[in-house]
């Protein structure tokens, strides 16, 4: 079946950049996405990349996609206080499921 | 103006009770879904509806039945709660493949 691996946590000094990392097994996807949870909250739409692209930038975020290592990865510049929070990788497969990764803790230290 | 909102926010009741969560969502999306996500914050679909039927269960016991009276509405039912399900349960919309869009989630506490 689908698989969509994260490291579970992930903690960096204010002001550092931090990357979290994504890998997956089902390669059909044609756009991939991030999500951001903080604590008690829903998950929010972060930024996504269309399947035929290799890098997206949005202001702080980076997203960075490798297709034949099928490994996605999220980086944030400037790392606040305020981006303490779990981050998801999704995935979709096929036009009505989604797989979501495990969630990165991203714990920023001031 | 909420998208996606769910109730009730919290939910706590007794083993063996049957339970019901609502759902609604204001974006004019086809797709809705519920999904569960246990106490290590994993993320796991249970269903996904598109135009009021049901598309994916995911090995979901029966005691779960969603029920979607029309596109903007996916309410979940519980029987015979189960100390297994406490659980932040969720819904979601979206455009068929497109972006979700989640509510704030229940709590369901059993007791």
């Known amino acids: 079946g689908e698989d969509v691996e994260q490291s579970l946590f992930l903690s960096v000094r204010e002001g550092d950049s931090s990357v979290i990392n994504c890998t997956y097994t089902d390669s059909s996807s044609t756009y991939l996405y991030w999500y951001k949870q903080e604590p008690g909250a829903g998950l929010q739409l972060l930024t996504y990349i269309f399947s035929n692209m290799d890098m997206k930038q949005d202001q702080r975020l980076t997203v960075l996609l490798n297709k034949k290592d099928k490994h996605l990865s999220l980086r944030i510049a400037d790392t606040q206080t305020g981006d303490s929070a779990i981050y998801f990788c999704?995935?979709?497969?096929?036009?009505?499921?989604?797989?979501f990764g495990t969630g990165t803790r991203l714990k920023v230290l001031a | 103006d909420t998208a996606v909102s769910q109730t009730p926010k919290y939910l706590v009741t007794q083993m063996g009770n049957d339970k019901s969560i609502k759902c609604e969502q204001n974006?004019?999306?086809?797709?809705m879904y519920w999904y569960k996500q246990d106490s290590k914050k994993f993320l796991k679909i249970m269903f996904s509806y598109n135009n009021k039927e049901l598309i994916i269960n995911e090995t979901v016991p029966n005691r779960f039945s969603p029920k979607s009276p029309d596109k903007a509405h996916l309410n979940l039912h519980i029987n015979s709660l189960e100390l297994g399900d406490s659980a932040v349960y969720f819904c979601?919309?979206?455009?068929?493949?497109?972006?979700?869009?989640f509510g704030d989630g229940t709590r369901l506490s059993i007791l």
């Open positions: 999704a995935v979709p497969s096929g036009t009505y499921k989604y797989i």
């Open positions: 974006l004019g999306h086809d797709t």
């Open positions: 979601a919309s979206s455009l068929p493949g497109g972006p979700q869009h």
